[in-house]
């Protein structure tokens, strides 16, 4: 038998995305936590290239940021669902202030999974459907300071350096749970 396959690697995303290979080259990256800069340099492009590529995954995935573009992602090459229903997630779509979010593993299911309080998986399922730390802070009626010291003390809980790996690591762990179930 061969090495096991990275669930998130760029075969697996282009199969199950509606995205390029190059597009699931660069999703592969950030959803290890690379900064744009970091992702260029691995894939030997401009920075400015990697942000194009990022705008495309945006629009393609109808998603705001690259935590939610890594959510959908986790959820489509771990999901027990078909390819072609994850291309249009219909099914597991909500509205968080106004926007469709494609994809969402409730607080209490992480704080379940995850060595974080339960503050910190609020804090952390609202960044996984890509609300920015204001809008968390909005949601959760704290203020934006308090978002990031709950998620400054989540990164070291999750072996993580970023909110997008915060996010790959969450729903990783989460959907690993729900296969062994």
Known sequence: MGAPVNPLSPEALANCLPITNREA???ALVAIGMSNAEVARALSIRVGTVV???EHIYRKLSVPTRAAATALAVAAVTSRES???LKHPTRTRLAVEGQEIPYKVTAD???ATLPITHREAEVLALVAVGLTNSQVAR?????VGT???HLERLYPKLGVAS???AVARAL???TDRIGKD
């Open 25 to 27: 080259d660069v999703l």
């Open 52 to 54: 194009k590529h990022l």
């Open 83 to 85: 390819a072609a229903s």
């Open 109 to 111: 299911e992480m704080a």
């Open 139 to 143: 949601e959760l009626s704290i203020r």
């Open 147 to 149: 978002v990031v010291k």
């Open 163 to 165: 909110r997008t790996g």
């Open 172 to 174: 990783s762990v989460h």
